[in-house]
């Protein structure tokens, strides 16, 4: 009786522990990194890989638009890359709700706001209230106007930082339609997207002939709605994708299109823990974005135009996010992982920048080891026609950079991933140039990475390096962990190295360059170290010197990087297009890459109690964790599907197989766990 008593009292503690989420959508803070330099991502209301966000555009701005703390509005724009350098991306077609009769004297300031996936609203202290929800790539915008004169403006020539290019448009009665041109990205190449907006009140339109217009709607009227419609292809087919759906119907289908995915993986445990899951799994499925059109055309990165029964993707950060969030696409979403690889693979076909092209069907950042993605790809088995870009493919490897230490290293991995694509079409002679290309980043190593007593050695942007120290691009070496520890002088010394490195806090978080490195002891005979630095700096405090102004700080950062609050992450640290938050996502669930290019992942305790990842085909993975208590690190043992797996390592097709993994956990190292059958990258395997 005194059970069920208690039960009645506390319902909500049986809740927090259900393994189905059903919606967990509901559990995404949009706001997450929000404010400050703690990960440059906004509240917009977004879809699943949509090229189309709506959000709020802030005085000051930051790269995605959006500070949390500021009160001042300018208006609200249509599409943002979020958590990306060089200022951001995007910010196009800004549409200001005004009141008067002076559009820009006309002040928006924020009194309340609410978001969730799909959708954003905000209230402001004139009266006006703004409401937004996308659903694939259209958007329905609602206000409501107090008593008086009303309308909107218009500036076609917006943008966060990039430069405007060009637009063209077209008033036809209540609505606009037209493209605009951008530069990506650090402004490196150009996108463009075709528009159609139509507004369901009459209005007199004014143009400025600047790219800036006013509408202006009757005095009378106390609401207005704003129809959006985006394409890569052109105008009729934005036009085509205008729906007539409510506003509330809107806002339901894009709360469902965010639980299709989120859903894939269901956890158990702490519910403040779960709401930061799933609000880091909701910015690893922001991009890339989807722009060919339900009759297949798409644009390539030449501008042509061109046809596919798959659908097809760009806006790529494949630099920042090819060890993170790609190899987590490819797993939670494989019907859709399928087309982003196809469209990895056409870059090659139609025109690959490092950056971006002049002809980009969207805004975009940066390229880099695609190469490597695609081979792992392959080996994860999906298609790709390696035989119909073999020639480009060599192109590419062959213009790499060597000039500086860490493009060296780097330059070395895409040919390492090129000899091993050569080995597959059977070109075996072109292989082995390629491999012995690879192999040569040992002299690249020994020259410039092996003394680590120069003065220069924890500095970041030293010789030239991008974004990182001598210290921390010394341990990129993922496709030759085993030459790498002859380099250093074996596996005692490759311990002691990595200790020093970690015990004085050189690893650096707030970017991309190391963050290979703490699943590297795995490849020594001290495996258990790997499993305490995952834990470590997933939920613990960490000190942090190095931050992305190319400084090392005297003031460090000392606190948890992955915070569910506006000011997250460490300062100065981008979210990099998900692949911060991927990082996370793989640690919480059990296993993270052990070398992309490679299908084959490191394990360490999960987060939570269980996760289980649900697939359309019906398959199902559940990840259990025995002698679970919070902060119990280190793994004792592990069983699928009720047999031993004496490895530290788990494979792609056995997690896409489905089945029960069980992760037995311990607070004390388990020293010969993972040693018989150690996975450890081999440049000759």
């Known amino acids: 009786m005194k059970c069920f008593f208690m039960l009645l009292l506390f319902p909500f503690c049986l809740k927090a522990q259900t393994n189905t989420v059903k919606d967990p959508a509901a559990l995404v803070n949009t706001f997450l990194g929000s404010s400050g330099d703690h990960g440059q991502l906004s509240p917009a209301a977004s879809y699943p890989f949509s090229m189309l966000s709506i959000g709020p555009q802030t005085y000051p701005k930051l790269h995605g638009g959006y500070e949390h703390k500021a009160k001042k509005f300018l208006g609200f724009t249509h599409n943002r890359f979020e958590g990306v350098g060089c200022e951001g991306s995007g910010g196009n077609i800004l549409i200001k709700p005004y009141l008067g009769d002076q559009p820009l004297a006309s002040t928006l300031m924020k009194t309340s706001e609410s978001a969730a996936p799909g959708n954003y609203t905000v209230g402001f202290s004139n009266g006006i209230k703004a409401a937004f929800a996308v659903v694939e790539k259209q958007g329905l915008e609602h206000y409501d106007f107090p008593e008086g004169a009303k309308g909107f403006y218009f500036d076609l020539s917006h943008t966060l930082a990039n430069h405007f290019v060009s637009e063209q448009h077209e008033v036809n009665g209540q609505n606009i339609s037209g493209y605009v041109e951008a530069r990506t990205t650090c402004n490196a190449g150009t996108y463009k997207i075709y528009y159609v907006i139509t507004i369901d009140k009459p209005v007199k339109w004014t143009d400025s002939a600047n790219h800036k217009l006013t509408a202006v709607l ?45 859903g894939r993986i269901q956890v158990e445990g702490d519910q403040q823990r779960a709401r930061l899951f799933y609000s880091l799994l909701y910015r690893t499925m922001q991009s890339p974005y989807v722009i060919s059109e339900k009759d297949g055309s798409y644009r390539a990165t030449d501008g042509s135009l061109q046809h596919s029964k798959e659908t097809m993707y760009n806006g790529w950060a494949i630099w920042d ?15 859709k992982y399928s087309g982003m690889v196809n469209s990895i693979s056409n870059l090659y076909a139609f025109g690959k920048k490092d950056y971006s092209t002049q002809h980009e069907p969207s805004n975009t950042v940066r390229t880099e080891h695609a190469i490597v993605v695609l081979l792992d790809a392959y080996r994860k088995g999906y298609k790709v026609d390696f035989a119909g870009i073999c020639d480009s493919l060599v192109k590419d490897v062959d213009r790499l950079d060597y000039s500086h230490p860490d493009k060296a290293l780097e ?38 990475f092996e003394d680590v007593t120069k003065r220069d050695v924890d500095r970041v942007s030293a010789r030239g390096l991008y974004q990182g120290t001598i210290l921390q691009y010394r341990w990129f070496a993922p496709f030759d962990l085993k030459g790498l520890i002859e380099l250093m002088g074996g596996d005692a010394t490759y311990i002691k ?77 981008d979210d990099d297009a998900g692949a911060m938050s991927g990082w996370y996502v793989f640690a919480a669930c059990g296993f993270s890459p052990a070398c992309v290019g490679s299908p084959v992942y490191y394990l360490n305790v999960p987060l939570f109690k269980t996760v289980s990842f649900k697939w359309p085909d019906g398959k199902v993975l559940n990840i259990s964790v025995d002698n679970y208590v919070e902060n119990r ?28 993994l069980v992760i037995t956990a311990t607070d004390q190292p388990a020293e010969s766990f993972g040693m018989k059958n150690r996975w450890i990258s081999d440049l000759n395997k």
């Open 218 to 262: 009757n005095a009378a009227e106390s609401s207005a709605e704003i129809r959006v419609s985006f394409s890569a292809v052109d105008v009729a087919h934005a036009k085509a994708g205008l729906n007539e759906l409510s506003f509330a119907r809107m806002k339901s289908l894009g709360a469902q299109g965010w639980n299709d995915v989120l």
């Open 321 to 335: 996010n090819y060890r993170t969030q790609l190899p987590l696409l490819s797993i939670v979403v494989p019907e």
């Open 411 to 448: 330059s070395s991995y895409d040919a390492w991933a090129l000899s091993q694509i050569l080995k597959v079409l059977k070109k075996d002679e072109l292989s082995k140039k390629y491999l012995d290309q690879a192999a040569e980043y040992k002299k690249y190593w020994k020259k410039d």
């Open 497 to 573: 190295q990595l200790d020093r490195f970690f015990d004085n806090d050189q690893y650096n978080h707030a970017n991309e360059p190391d963050i290979q490195a703490p699943f590297m002891y795995n490849a020594s005979s001290e495996p258990w170290k790997s499993q305490a630095l995952v834990h470590h700096l997933a939920v613990d405090t960490v000190i942090q010197y190095y931050f992305n102004d190319n400084s090392r700080g005297i003031d460090p950062f000392i606190d948890r990087i992955y915070k569910n609050q506006p000011d997250a992450y460490i300062r100065t640290m």
């Open 633 to 660: 690190k280190y793994v004792e043992k592990v069983t699928l599907n009720g047999k031993i797996l004496d490895r530290n390592w788990i494979t792609q097709e056995e997690i896409m197989k489905g089945g029960t």
